[in-house]
């Protein structure tokens, strides 16, 4: 079974700082791929960035990255340049495919708290 | 175009009523799966269904939880005989495609079971 392991149960940031969230994985499979998801004080769930096991290139999204180090099983994120708004939750998750379909294997998540 | 819908937003339920939680996929989605988190906690995987039939629902309990996605209609979770324990979010997500690479989720439904 496919596992995601977030270390940071909480994180403390200056705003305008270059955050990094941890996100370590464990999986058999040859192929997969790796979502970040933010999830604000309303509840929504936001997608924030994807990397497939295939890619080459890490993944970046405006002010996100993903740091994808295959023979680590990591693929934490990186938000440059912080915000206020960028408080929240954040849930890394791994893609598992069941006959076709992808279901989604969470982590325990990270809070951000982004000081002003 | 519109994201995925789910109605209630949030719900409130006294223990041994009935609960349901309708969610309407992205337009043109027809694959969709059903999370829940329990507080403090990561989302975790309850069923996937496509239009009139259940593919995989290998993260539902076994008693009181049942899910159903018709040909007309929104997929509908269905909990019997509540208990405190079902209080939760509960999130629908939706793909076009059973191997597209994101789903995208609805805001969820907040069960409160007093």
């Known amino acids: 079974a496919q596992k995601i392991t977030q270390t940071q149960p909480g994180m403390f940031v200056q705003e305008k700082e270059a955050v990094t969230l941890d996100c370590t994985y464990d999986?058999?499979?040859?192929?997969?791929?790796l979502f970040w998801y933010k999830q604000p004080s309303s509840g929504e769930m936001i997608f924030l960035i994807y990397?497939?096991?295939?890619?080459?290139q890490n993944a970046t999204e405006g002010r996100y990255s993903l740091n994808f180090q295959k023979a680590r099983k990591s693929a934490n994120l990186v938000i440059s340049a912080s915000q206020l708004g960028d408080s929240a939750m954040y849930f890394c998750?791994?893609?598992?495919?069941?006959?076709?379909?992808?279901?989604?294997?969470f982590g325990q998540g990270t809070r951000l708290t982004i000081n002003p | 175009n519109a994201g995925v819908m789910q109605n209630p937003r949030h719900l409130v339920r006294r223990r041994g009523q009935e609960a349901r939680l309708r969610c309407s996929p992205m337009?043109?989605?027809?694959?969709v799966y059903w999370y829940r988190q329990l507080p403090e906690e990561g989302l975790k995987f309850m069923v996937y269904?496509?239009?009139?039939?259940?593919?995989?629902e290998s993260g539902m309990p076994k008693e009181r939880f049942s899910a159903e996605f018709p040909k007309e209609g929104p997929s509908i979770l269905r909990i019997q005989q509540v208990v405190r324990g079902d209080s939760a979010a509960y999130f629908c997500?939706?793909?076009?495609?059973?191997?597209?690479?994101?789903?995208?989720f609805g805001p969820g439904t907040r069960l409160t079971v007093l």
């Open positions: 997500a939706s793909s076009p495609l059973p191997a597209s690479d994101t789903q995208y």
């Open positions: 999986t058999s499979d040859q192929s997969y791929g």
């Open positions: 990397q497939g096991s295939y890619d080459e």
């Open positions: 998750a791994m893609r598992e495919a069941i006959q076709g379909a992808q279901k989604l294997v």
């Open positions: 337009k043109g989605h027809s694959h």
């Open positions: 269904l496509q239009k009139e039939n259940i593919i995989d």
